[in-house]
């Protein structure tokens, strides 16, 4: 694999490379999933692989900095094209073809798609990677992204008509236009409880605790009062 085989100013390289194809790729992209969403998980995944202390480095950060080139939201739910594009990306810049399936099949399943199972692959590169994008779902950047989004979406801020859902399927999840308050049971509060790692856990609990917070005064200046449960 490429670690074995590359110095470390060619995997540098490769990594700068990257990051290129990636900015250029997101240009114009809707504000919770641009370069700035990209930049946020792979530093935070360079921050769990050194707090855990385990992982090959190179898997990881090409991992999370190409999770998002081509999300399913925004391609009419076709949630093979982003790891297609980025195995592609790899190849072209001289990643060993088993790192590159590797990471291909990381990007495949490290969204939460409705939280149905994805247990196909529970190697620690997927589960840094997968902690990093989730935080990044959650604490005071998951409320900016997430009423980001659904201002993107013209969907309702809240809508008390409007019950919470069930998904059958990752494609019903995807084209949901539920209120984005909604999105906080229906997904954000779930994500503590999903943590692969330690640090993850740690970091994760913060930030749930943050949007619990939130939702609390919401409801107040909304004139509505709500338990809300962890």
Known sequence: MIREKQPDFQ??????NIIALVRETLNGAEGGHDWNHIERVWKMALHIHEKEGQGDL???ELAALLHDISDAKFNNGDEELGNRMAFNFLIQNDVDREQAEHIQTIIKYVSYKGGFPQDRINSIEFQIVQDADRLDAIGAIGIARAFNYGGFKNRPIYDPSISLQEYKDSK????????TINHFYE????LKDLMNT???MRIALERHN???QFLERFYDECGIRKGNSD
């Open 210 to 212: 943050f949007m619990l």
């Open 172 to 179: 019903a999840y995807y084209q949901s236009n539920a209120p």
């Open 187 to 190: 997904k954000l509060l779930k």
């Open 58 to 60: 190179l898997t990881i």
């Open 11 to 16: 995997k540098e390289t490769i990594v700068q």
């Open 198 to 200: 330690e640090t993850g």
